[in-house]
């Protein structure tokens, strides 16, 4: 097997850094401190790891300035770490190559004669694409990914394995997509009739802008009428469900297993921490963050950080808080009381509430 | 591309609705009252939409009677809209076709000899269709999808792409899968012995009764000796999971992200809000609603609304209420201390909790 | 259809059982105490289920010693009832023969050349197997399954229809996965500059150790530099999302649609329940048993019983608990105060809290 490697040189041009040390020192991979090796670069920017960073084996370290003295070893001084680690990762990604002159579609995939293949595009085994389908420049379609009828793909968008688009959804450019993700089935409307429901065709589309993340099996419906529309810069995580007519504001974070219900609107640079819900027609300002299995059934206008749930706790004690949490209305009353008692004891007037 | 177009007077025959307006004027699809244009059908249901009312451009507007005379443009007057709409909106859906006289097999499709396909039956690219299966007339197997041995999909059942049945499953008429649907895979069915876990084979099946609707990327576990069994009408929303052997009664509808564990019993005409979860070996009677997000951990017997959780508040107001959640049973102590000692200061007795 | 059965007698020396009766009896299958029938094998493991026993047509009992004189049938005695119905279950799985001398490659699967498939392995129709990838002995890849660049499947491992592998992961021995897993996605990682999100590069793998079940529609993720790993006898249920560099131990249980955020490792012999959600780097001990839907927001460092969350109760009187929990800061100040009034009137101090 080759074996990528860089010189210490290259990678501080490559992400801006000043260099201390051996300029010519061969570099095959990154990895934390505590593994890296002779011929592995590392990073220090989260400072709960600093203690590791006297002891690191690692060929070089991407640091602070202010750690720079630290270091026992070559550096790359930097002014955010961590953002030169992101960069830097991507010279080791293993990627299936997009030939940019032609394009590749594999004898297994099933290519309707009126999609639209720009040049440069891969198509991997066993994918559909389906009639009236656009797939622009750069494009990599995963093996046995279905793409409906009139979708477009825009340019150097990947789709790993087994995506799913129905049809008349639009990706933009620069997109990634990952495998068991579906994308532009039907929202749930039912009209109900009598005890039973009565299905709303799903007209709209999906409009996912440019540069969004979508992880692996995460669904995105099509909406009832207007688009679900994913705005640029968006990352979602995995297992993500997101509703019929939702928006999500440019750069805003998901993590995984959340589930955003129909029609709500969530701002720019939002983070959503993972498994929370959020109830229907609400609206989320710019800015808001919420922590992880929140709860939202009201709209949040003003920025700032939000949460709700009750953290874990042995499981008797939880069995008391419980308990007692049913009986605050009895506690209110008999403090009421209480109050009550006091004052005809005592004429004085105590401070009100 | 070309247009579907109806006549308001065959719109309004197709809803039996009363029309005060031009019969002839063409409508080309529908749009909310803020979006509608001159050739395009709204609605109004929800009565706070009725401020967009006066100022729409709709060419027309489905509308109860006591809205007819505000209705600034042609007007069709219905007594339920919301089903109006839903009724009328399928005749702009998208939907593959399906030769009711031929049967279409994808020449990349994989069915094996000893399955049997009705006539009128498509079966699109990359699908593979086990041996035992029976197809009737009018399903729509999508592409990509994968059939097990001896299932059994009853008449005009649509399968989105990239649906998997294991064997032995039973789908109803007139249903709808959406892709990444996952039925008949194994509950989650071990015996613990010596701190390791002995798989229990899954020896049932999953019957789908007719007119459900299985929402994307929902997974629904065959059972262990008797089957899963979903009732007709049932519409389930995306990601939802099914434990082996949950029955769910007809017309039950439940939102996404929802989880129903082994064993539980769903009645007939529940609401089921999203990312809630039940317990398993429960009983939930008939129509009960659950609001977003409630853990059900006991059987609900008479019908109503449920509800569990704690909302979103502000982060630092939420630390305060769980600290404070934690602090309960002292607070309930010191209470009883307090009234203790107004009793012995003051013996006219306080009045009983 | 042909019938699969066996006499008694071989079942009970199968399990290792005592048989009182009729060892000729012909056994075509198992289930429940209530439903079996007169050639069919039931067992009581649950005591709930001991008012069954009497009433039983079941043509044989699996029963534990002290059940023997109520069984009204033949009795198979065993210690262990419920492991011995484990055992037994599996002599009426259906499940797709391995030839072990020969590979059966469908002809419509697609084996990268670069490929090494040992003999004894099936690959179903659909299949696409990437270059670089090991498949072992005995292996079943099922239909539509994508097996990415440098996989390793370990010896009589199973993967059900249209699983997702990316590249380098790397399966062990005897391993069920479900349909609609995707394993080796990437990590959510990206560095946050200047409100955009920059993706890091997740060049880590996911290695899944010998005997782990993982149920339909979970996701795991690749590590960002390290791996992700869950030991040998880990069972995962549906709708799991383990994330980026978590470690689940030996002999852990989850059940459905849990989610494990970034780099917490997870002990050995956990019970985990359905829809819990374990936040990101935290230790979670040997031995701890979380109840279903429970919020881990810190690490759990002891084994026993956890717990989070507010049960159900009807909506009315959840909205009253709600309510006052936002109040329960000024029900501990109108407590303070009353205690302040009693210590002004009474000198006789009241105990401390």
Redesign the interface.
């Known amino acids: 097997m080759s074996v990528t490697q860089y010189s210490l040189a290259y990678l501080a041009e490559f992400i801006g850094a000043e260099l201390r040390g051996d300029d010519s020192l061969q570099i095959q991979?990154?990895?934390?401190l505590q593994?890296a090796g002779a011929d592995q670069l590392s990073f220090l920017a989260n400072p709960a790891y600093e203690k590791y960073l006297p002891e690191t084996r690692a060929g070089a370290v991407i640091v602070h300035a202010r750690f720079a003295d630290k270091c026992p070893t070559n550096a790359l001084i930097h002014e955010?770490p961590?953002?030169a680690?992101?960069?830097l990762?991507?010279l080791?990604?293993?990627r299936c190559s997009v030939d940019s002159q032609s394009t590749q579609i594999?004898p297994?995939a099933?290519v309707d004669p009126k999609a639209v293949l720009e040049s440069g595009v891969l198509i991997?085994?066993?994918a559909?694409i389906a009639a009236g389908v656009v797939i622009k420049q750069g494009v990599v379609v995963?093996?046995?990914c279905?793409i409906?009828?009139d979708c477009v793909i825009g340019e150097n968008t990947r789709l790993?394995?087994?995506v799913?688009l129905?049809?008349?959804v639009s990706l933009g450019k620069r997109c990634?997509i990952?495998?068991?993700v579906?994308i532009g089935?039907?929202g749930?409307?039912?009209?109900p009739?009598n005890?039973?429901?009565?299905?709303?065709?799903?007209?709209g589309g999906v409009i996912i802008e440019d540069n969004v993340?979508i992880?692996?099996?995460t669904?995105i419906?099509r909406g009832a009428?207007?688009d679900t529309v994913i705005e640029q810069?968006v990352?979602l995580?995995?297992?993500i469900?997101v509703?019929h007519n939702v928006r999500i504001g440019q750069?805003t974070?998901i993590?995984?297993?959340s589930?955003i219900?129909g029609s709500t609107v969530i701002g720019r640079?939002c983070i959503i921490g993972?498994?929370s819900?959020i109830?229907g027609h609400l609206t989320i300002a710019d800015g808001v963050h919420?922590?992880?299995?929140?709860?939202?059934?009201?709209s949040?206008t003003e920025p700032?950080?939000?949460?709700?749930?009750?953290?874990?706790?042995?499981?008797?004690?939880?069995?008391?808080?419980?308990a007692?949490?049913?009986?605050?209305?009895?506690?209110?009353?008999?403090?009421k009381?209480?109050?009550q008692?006091?004052q005809?004891?005592?004429p004085q007037p105590?401070?009100d509430?």
Chains 1, 2, 3 share one sequence.
């Open positions: 991979g990154i990895a934390t593994n955010n961590y953002l680690y992101a960069k990762s991507h080791w990604e293993k594999h297994s099933v991997s085994a066993g559909v995963g093996a046995n279905v409906g009828e790993s394995a087994n799913t129905y049809h008349g990634i990952h495998s068991g579906v089935s039907d749930f409307g039912f009209a009739v005890g039973q429901w009565v299905k709303i065709a799903q007209l993340e992880g692996a099996n669904t419906d009428l207007d810069g990352i995580d995995n297992q469900q509703a750069n974070a993590a995984a297993c589930a219900a640079n993972g498994a819900g109830a919420i922590t992880a299995m929140t709860m939202v059934i009201k949040l700032g950080v939000y949460s709700s749930g009750t953290g874990v706790q042995p499981n008797s004690k939880w069995r008391k808080s419980i007692r949490l049913r009986q605050l209305d009895k506690m209110a009353d008999r403090i009381r209480l109050e008692a006091i005809e004891n005592n105590a401070k509430e």
